[in-house]
């Protein structure tokens, strides 16, 4: 089964009296485990399809469908709660709650579903610093850690829910291309551990490599949709 | 938990821009809970002052009186009452009143003789029964002589009579002094002028006492005391107690038509009236009573039994419709306080509005962040609410707490007023300090209300904040 479907999907924007075409019909369908690259020069429509993909925008034409369910008619409430439940997102510029420590970051999302116990919570925290190798920085706020780190706090906490899929807007962008590298490794171990299905957009060749499927967009179509892909 | 924890750190990682508005906050609070104890110890020492200088709980007055009673209608007094006795047991009658005082206002002249020249010092006074009058009021510190020869206040009351005579403030004997060149003496025998409508009547009397108003000097520096006999006397208030009653059906009879009343005047058995079988009856001009309450909180009520007595042909008119715009001063002085607090506020409330819509603008790519990861708008809400809320609240406790530090040294002693302020809001002196818990929790209520409104604004901003921002944010 398809974790996440666009059929035919169009987005644009007005800029004035100017239409924006970000997105001119784009059909693709991921399914679930997928460890995904989203690829195309700036402005190709990527972060478009990202924002589609985590309902965080919605398509001026065409059907989304996650878990197989159409978002189109979804009130914002019901958006959300889809977003707290089903998706979780790896941002470029990290975006963690600046006022959180690394693990108050991490319990973060669990603490907005509110359907663990305390001792749940903290069991799943852990595990997830554990993946992303912070366990000696759990108090550590965010203004405290490399651009590396911060980011394998992000990853500990797009995870920590267990979600459906993780969505990562240029995760390497501000990172240099060793850690970089180092990051997208990480993704890449984890979604073979865990199963987690991986979506990350990039126009990097080298990181681009690391993906075992990678989607390739041009002027908001996607230009060689199977790429790579397994099976 | 997570909105109070987010709430408050935030605080702490802004607190220089927080402080800021905390100050701001906390000196809104200062002013409402000053403010207000302020207003409230001002009109209470008001209306004691009134009640204790010029008119009791409520005044009793003619009901043929088209203005209200006043402490100044020296040049337009009120008509007379007609039966004091009538109303006095009424009023006798009452549970709750302490005491009453009839009493009137008027002018005249106090003539005395210097160098063999005769002059003429003018005189207003308050016409008073000594006795009921002290017992209502506490106005004046006799510093020379006696009130009316009755021993001091907390002597032997009410064993002596009255001395007739007359009273004068200090300031009056050195304004006679400054302007006629006349000191008047404890002792010294005057003629008092009283001007009616029938000419000028005159009456010996003497100067019983100089005194100094405890309070409202501005008002009791030019009143002067006369005791009700010898004013009775000088104003003509003289009758008899009852005519013949032919006589009087006669003078009903003539009043039909104008020949009837030739005819009674032709009638020569009509106009033999026998004078010693009359008995003469000194009137009394009162126009006034004051009425002193055991329990002030029981105005309205005894104001309402003697209202329900039409006979008596009175109105009655409560302390501050009867003191003329003194107490309308106290209740401008809280409006005042009220506008100007109310006014500081909203300058606090769009200088708090403003710094908050640029906390969510600065704040954009984390309110997106928390949305992506699946808040919602109502967890927003409450986080911005919850940092307003603790902010202000907090800032409002701690100026709560200087301001009870500061009360509390102020009622030591009360607080100083400048002096024209002062006799025109209490009558003078400094005043007392009576802090109540109202003004606390109205400043409350007042922030908790500031607080919420100031945030509806830039909490919609906050909330109107899409994910697809944290995906933007670069």
């Known amino acids: 089964m398809n974790v996440v479907e666009l059929q035919d999907v169009k987005k644009f924007y007005m800029l004035g009296q100017t239409r924006v075409d970000a997105l001119r019909g784009v059909s693709l369908s991921i399914g679930q485990g997928e460890f995904l690259a989203i690829a195309g020069p700036s402005g190709s429509g990527k972060s478009t399809m990202l924002n589609m993909f985590g309902c965080i925008d919605i398509p001026s034409e065409g059907t989304v469908r996650i878990d197989g369910t159409e978002t189109e008619h979804m009130s914002d409430k019901e958006l959300t709660r889809y977003r707290r439940t089903k998706i979780s997102f790896i941002f470029q510029s990290f975006n963690l709650i600046p006022v959180l420590n690394v693990y108050e970051n991490i319990e973060f999302p669990l603490l907005l579903q509110r359907t663990l116990s305390r001792a749940d919570r903290h069991a799943r925290v852990m595990k997830a610093i554990e993946e992303v190798g912070l366990q000696d920085r759990l108090k550590n706020k965010s203004t405290e850690l490399s651009g590396g780190q911060r980011q394998r706090v992000a990853i500990a906490r797009a995870l920590v829910t267990k979600p459906l899929i993780v969505l990562a807007d240029e995760p390497t962008a501000n990172l240099d291309s060793e850690t970089g590298k180092r990051i997208i490794e990480l993704m890449r171990t984890i979604n073979e551990t865990e199963k987690t299905t991986f979506v990350f957009s990039t126009h990097d060749a080298h990181i681009m490599k690391e993906a075992k499927r990678v989607v390739r967009i041009l002027d908001g179509l996607i230009i060689d949709p199977d790429q790579g892909k397994e099976g | ?474």
């Open chain 2, 1 to 474: 938990m997570l909105t109070l924890k987010l709430a408050f750190r935030t605080l702490m990682k802004r607190k220089g821009r927080m402080a800021l508005i905390g100050i701001l906050v906390a000196f809104g609070t200062f002013l409402i809970v000053f403010g207000g104890v302020f207003a409230a110890s001002a009109a209470e020492a008001s209306r004691a002052s009134i009640i204790g200088n010029f008119t009791g709980d409520f005044i009793v007055y003619s009901a043929r009186s088209k203005e209200l009673p006043s402490p100044f209608a020296f040049a337009t007094p009120l008509p007379n009452i007609k039966n004091p006795e009538e109303l006095s047991a009424v009023l006798d009658a009452m549970d709750g009143v302490e005491a009453y005082s009839f009493y009137a206002q008027n002018y005249g002249l106090i003539q005395v003789e210097r160098e063999g020249k005769k002059l003429d010092l003018p005189f207003i006074f308050y016409a008073v029964d000594p006795g009921p009058y002290r017992k209502v009021f506490s106005n004046v510190q006799v510093e020379e002589g006696s009130f009316f020869g009755l021993p001091p206040k907390n002597g032997t009351e009410g064993k002596e009579l009255p001395s007739p005579g007359i009273l004068i403030s200090k300031y009056q004997n050195n304004q006679y002094k400054e302007n006629y060149g006349v000191t008047l003496k404890v002792g010294e025998p005057i003629t008092l002028l009283g001007i009616t409508e029938g000419g000028v009547n005159t009456a010996r009397s003497s100067l019983l006492g100089i005194f100094e108003p405890i309070r409202y000097k501005s008002v009791f520096n030019y009143i002067n005391f006369l005791d009700s006999d010898t004013y009775a006397g000088l104003y003509n208030f003289t009758g008899v107690d009852a005519l013949p009653d032919a006589f009087n059906a006669g003078l009903a009879a003539a009043s039909v038509d104008e020949s009837s009343l030739f005819d009674l005047a032709a009638d020569e058995d009509f106009g033999k009236l026998d004078l010693s079988t009359l008995t003469s009856q000194s009137l009394s001009g009162f126009t006034m009573v004051a009425v002193k309450l055991k329990d002030h909180s029981r105005v309205d009520e005894a104001m309402a039994l003697i209202s329900a007595q039409p006979e008596l042909g009175v109105a009655v008119a409560r302390w501050d419709k009867a003191s003329g715009f003194y107490a309308q001063i106290s209740l401008a002085l809280q409006a005042f306080i009220f506008l100007a607090t109310g006014l500081i506020f909203l300058v606090v409330t769009m200088i708090f509005m403003n710094t908050l819509i640029i906390n969510v603008v600065e704040r954009t790519a984390e309110i997106g962040t928390m949305r992506a990861i699946g808040a919602d708008k109502s967890f927003v809400r409450g986080v911005f609410l919850a940092e307003t809320l603790i902010l202000n609240i907090t800032a409002a406790i701690f100026a709560m707490l200087v301001s009870v530090v500061l009360l509390a040294l102020a009622g030591k002693n009360g607080v100083p007023l400048p002096e024209t302020v002062s006799q025109f809001l209490i009558g003078g002196g400094p005043l007392a300090i009576r802090v109540g818990i109202l003004p606390f929790i109205v400043a409350l209520v007042t922030v908790v209300a500031v607080s919420v409104l100031a945030t509806i604004y830039p909490v919609s901003v906050a909330s109107s904040i899409t994910p697809l921002k944290a995906m933007n944010d670069r």
